[in-house]
């Protein structure tokens, strides 16, 4: 109940490509879904989020869509770019918890 | 960067070493994070801080030992480790009780001989 499946493990798209990645959770509890991203080298930084209560979230380039009753989210990049290739953690938070549950990871690559 | 420090970035120790890892977050946040990234699992969650108190512990060895002195400092001290220990050891910050919107470290890459 605890868990977050991430997929692809690994996605190799195009420049100006859409790159997508798919989560999936089963705890409904959980209300804050967070995306990371993460060069090599460095720690994870946020990217965007998202709660239960809307669809869609967009920032930029990057756009979270939820399905709440399929209790699935994933991240599509528009207009991919060779600098967006990364690893991509999705996680899961509930409000009563400290814990971030994190996703497996895609490594993303964009080629030019 | 991220307002969240680590040091050192790199280290290599033998089994029976003692070290110690040294976070710091410039961010004014209340909670702090260590966390362990391998290759063959998710990021995993050891210790959680929330104003100086150990609120969490994910069933972690006994040979990680945390120390939280104020809400801006965060060690982790490494004695006895495994190779099995080696990994990518990150800390974050937060600035609620809910550990919404964690704001990580670079991370010190652990290598134990």
């Known amino acids: 109940q605890q868990q977050v499946k991430q997929s692809p493990q690994s996605l190799i798209v195009q420049k100006g490509g859409i790159s997508i990645i798919n989560c999936a959770y089963e705890n409904t509890a959980f209300d804050y879904f967070p995306w990371y991203q993460q060069f090599p080298g460095k720690g994870p930084a946020l990217l965007i989020a998202?709660?239960?209560?809307?669809s869609e979230k967009k920032e930029g380039r990057f756009t979270i869509s939820f399905n709440k009753s399929a209790k699935q989210f994933s991240l599509h990049i528009m207009d991919s770019q060779p600098g967006d290739s990364a690893t991509y953690f999705c996680a899961a938070s509930k409000n009563s918890s400290y814990k971030l549950i994190f996703g497996s990871g895609t490594r993303l690559l964009v080629r030019p | 960067e991220t307002g969240v420090t680590q040091t050192p970035r790199h280290l290599v120790m033998g089994m029976t070493n003692k070290k110690s890892l040294k976070c710091e977050q410039h961010?004014?946040?209340?909670?702090m994070y260590w966390y362990k990234q391998s290759a063959k699992k998710p990021l995993e969650l050891m210790f959680v801080?929330?104003?100086?108190?150990?609120?969490e512990n994910n069933s972690v060895p006994s040979r990680f030992s945390p120390e939280c002195p104020n809400s801006s400092h965060l060690f982790l001290h490494l004695h006895t480790l495994q190779p099995e220990d080696s990994a990518l050891y990150l800390c974050?910050?937060?600035?609620?009780?809910?550990?919404?919107?964690?704001?990580f470290g670079p991370g010190t890459r652990l290598t134990v001989t």
């Open positions: 961010l004014g946040h209340n909670a």
């Open positions: 974050a910050s937060s600035q609620d009780r809910a550990g919404y919107e964690q704001y």
């Open positions: 998202i709660r239960p209560d809307v």
């Open positions: 801080y929330s104003l100086e108190e150990r609120v």
